[in-house]
């Protein structure tokens, strides 16, 4: 489908075309996601089709639940432990069924063209097709050919990076190196678990970092060390960023003694609303210093309510499709953090946003005038043709293509990540034909623009081509 | 004009133009509005071209206003006695000579269009050509073919939803029903006036409204009594739907004693702001702990400021141009009803908003993440072609189209139903021709969906087609 | 390029290429700018081609920063007293090394139409042609008709306001005026540095102001009869407008005593932050209420957060590409100015915004709806081809063409100003392009309406064409 996401103006879709044929054999740079990496690391045949691209996948199951089919017939795991369907065929059917749901959706667009381009599967997907499909699928999915590894290297990924907590002890990336796949595959961390007073277990989690770390986290100042030496443990697996998930983007430097005194109130449990959402800021002022001492790319994703849907967190548990995206104030809330660090060339901050209310009136601006910063890719309810199309019209006025830091899949769907990539790729290829027929930029450059989005730019600023 | 609001690329135009000719034989479902149910009930002939057209169209006079023409030269009944101009022929020759203040506005496109497709007028409007166009609609007017009734089955309106306070008796549509003739004329719940302590004389409407309904409304109970008792007589009246009009989305859901200590401190007119508001979101945890009795589908339109042009409103009254937006908070406004009863498969809520910045960021996520959401049409100011078009590349990615409830028209002018119903048709006709022309969405797949975006979404979101 | 930021739809780029040569020989209206009058006074040469385009350019020199190239690099002067690069052509070279930064960047847009059309260069900039393209523009700028006012009249600039602080004397408009010019080069009152307390300096400059007008200003009558006759001095220089930068867009009308305490805290160094806000918000009602008296159009800029940067801000001054926007509420905010005054045809209030949030949801209801309010043009950050698309699509339908005050440069860079009336009048062109192939309005009404848009509305709404 050449000009799948491309309008039909004649010589604007011409170029888009041509531009979009330029990245066809740039491998993928994929510097945030969440895949498994025990998938890679055991290499072991995928599951049942709807195991694989329906069950996990919550932009599909909450498109569902929001028709009123419960996440439990879609085989989503009950925390409660209630049933749920466990048969993929039965589950396959229910998503044929209801496919109409899914028209001019992302979701439909990734799996159609997953189904095309993995699977070589071009029945569209009905209730009268549904048990074609799933055979077609789970027949490949047998084939060697479609085991993880396999699939990797056919999808040419150059690097993939997994995203881990500070307790996790990267035994699978350990198993990785160890057994000589080249296939480079590193971690991201993330330490929201450790930081964020609102999770579950949070002071518990703490301990073990300690126990993890060598270090004692009763004391503030053991617990900085504790995160110090994990770091340089997931840089000694490779990673090249951290990742933080805040509800808000609040920065702050607080004196040591009051940070001290609050994640003394953590411990206790006697922490305030307001205490947990400044432990959380001044906590980003401290992973920045980090960053300027190890090199890390501080990745930031702020503004997602977690857990909005309370029934289906309670049943189902986190991540599941129950969160909803917030207003962000980036102006206000980043300013302490840019008054110290926003204009040293050591750091890197990625922002990320799901509000795109901000696109030009705050993160163009910042990214285009600060230069820790640049723009990750739209985020999540964001990450789809129009929303890539939109942060590009937005933001290229004020903060150009070179402080956008690439395209992100941040999938927890491995075999999307090609489509993804792909969609991403077409939509800036689009974009940049705009400019082209519209006299804006010739084509010459648009053809080296197009190249950098899509590979040079992602490698370079998230640190994966060596240089610091 | 076959290709009104279509844009120029040959193939994604002709696809438009198809998809729309398919809608072209579906009635017309009208949800939501504000047509007086008298106009239908009398049948007699509309007044002069302009009493008909352009004084109670607050669109038409608020712009003029805005030009400094005040609202009395247009006729708007003035509340302080002072006269206002009667002679319909000037008021049209006055709308003709600043007709250019129209050019590019939703209102300038419905009047152009009623005045070919309804009154076969062609005649471009121009101040030498004002007397002739009067005179032609004034000649049609006088023709039996242009009663209310007559319109109304020419229309192709299969339903058509008035709507009225809670003290409204009713007599309009008994007599409707009583009268034999078969056009489907239903009201609509709107108890605004007695839930919003700021509405002049909320404690008289109070009062009333226990007489009307045979209750005790000193007490909050009765109150509460009254309110249950009226949704059955306009449910047996034919409503499917109530509706809520509230500056902002807040819900709460107060222990009763609170509630009730509110109510009665507004009888006493002792109630605070805060009460005030209070009182409107814990009502809405009512009405939707009723809704999941009765069935009414739940209509919320909040985020407009009420009489933000004092003068205006000191000097013509309520809802005569005078309203403007704010920004508007879903998330965490509705989050108490969404704990309640967001999962709920008996609760409809048709959300609305005069705030586009929340579309992809709040409403989307919301109305594609819990099954009791559904979301409106585009609202007022944003009732119109490229208001619509936004409102569809905004929400599609994360709500679909049958999250959508499909067009309301909302109107008080009853000549404009078709016209508007045309527009919305149009421009989903065309959106759904990009996602062809891109490879999103294959031609028969567009094609249901148009259909089911004009007619039966709406039907049965709105409960119109006798389901639960 | 006749075809410059056109789309390709043939039918639609043939109309809007139509619509965009009827302005062809339409003189500019530049109603506000920061054009610093001595140049035209003085008419000296300009200086090298780095000194003129590049140095105080802050839309350049903050991408670059955002790159890591520090302003001192570009020759922006340091108030540390550091040094900084001097030589023109080492800055222009640094420039063409990082032009590949701009693609697809208005600063990008405006040099290179800069180069073209003013200095006749057309070999693209590149780091093997800097030296060329310098010398070339350097040869230019030599020349006896590439003096200002030379310029001046090649533009065909009708009107030029310069914007002054109460304090400045003047003297570069009476000298324009003494030696018999014909260009028309009026100033604008602009007092936001005797008005807003968090100015460095503010008690010392309104001392000054005392002195400068000969009042009392040490108490707040005194230093309200000084602003009164500071405006009845630039309205004898040609004003027509005063301009008002503010953080925010509140009013407030305080009991004379209160503002007059402020103002007395603020003299004496004890006004907290809140106090500021207020003396601020009651100052645009002072300032309404003059306008209504002496006839000055009320421009207000509000919602730049100044010297986000601080870095920017301590090595480099003010006005030096720090500031970032910061959302705005025009609802609340204006509401108390509006109840005073928002119907009163004796004022113009022309509104701008850095925050494109507000054009559906508040700007564009407004400006429909009160008699005193018009639409600045995009602003800042805003001022693009699609931000000036964009500003169209979201305020036509609620404001229509003619609540919009036309296009204005706002620009510190002379050699720009054509360029950038000449894209505005292109991106007009192209919306009404769209409008006419749709079928919205015939051909003939869009092309009288682009060429109010481009001289009569700006002319018309501040005041330009001697009517009041």
Redesign the interface.
Known sequence: ?P??????????RDIARDLHALTAELPLICPHGHIDPRILADDAPFGDPAQLLVVPDHYVT??L????IPPGRLGVPARTGEPVETDGRTIWRLLAENW???????S??WLERTFDTVFDVRT?LRPETADDIYDAIAARLAEPSFRPRALFEKFGIEVLATTESPLDDLTQHAKLEADGWKGRVITTFRPDNVVDMEFDGWAHAVARLGEVAGTDTTRFGGYLDALRRRRADFIAAGATSSDHGHPTALTIDLPAADAAAIYERGLAGTASAADRELFRAHMLMEFARMSIDDGLVMQLHPGA?RN?????HDMHGRDT??D????T?Y??GL?PL??AY??D?RLRVVLYT????TF???L????????A?YLGAPWW??D????LRRFR??V????????TAGFVDDTRAFCSIPVRHDIARRVDAAYLA??V??????YD?AA??IQDLAYHLPKHIFRLDGEK
Chains 1, 2, 3 share one sequence.
């Open positions: 489908m000009d799948l996401t491309f309008a039909s103006g004649d010589r604007e909450r498109m639940l929001s028709q009123g109409y749901l899914f028209r001019g959706t992302p439909r667009l569209p309510v909005h849907n309370r029934w289906l499709g129950g909803i995206p917030q207003a104030d102006v206000h300013r840019l008054d926003g204009n060339p799901l509000d795109e209310d030009s009136r705050e163009a601006p910042l990214a285009g005038g600060y230069a910063l309810f964001l789809t043709p129009d929303g019209e937005a290229t006025d004020s903060a150009g293509f070179y402080n705009g400019l027929t519209q006299g804006r930029l010739p450059e080296e623009t």
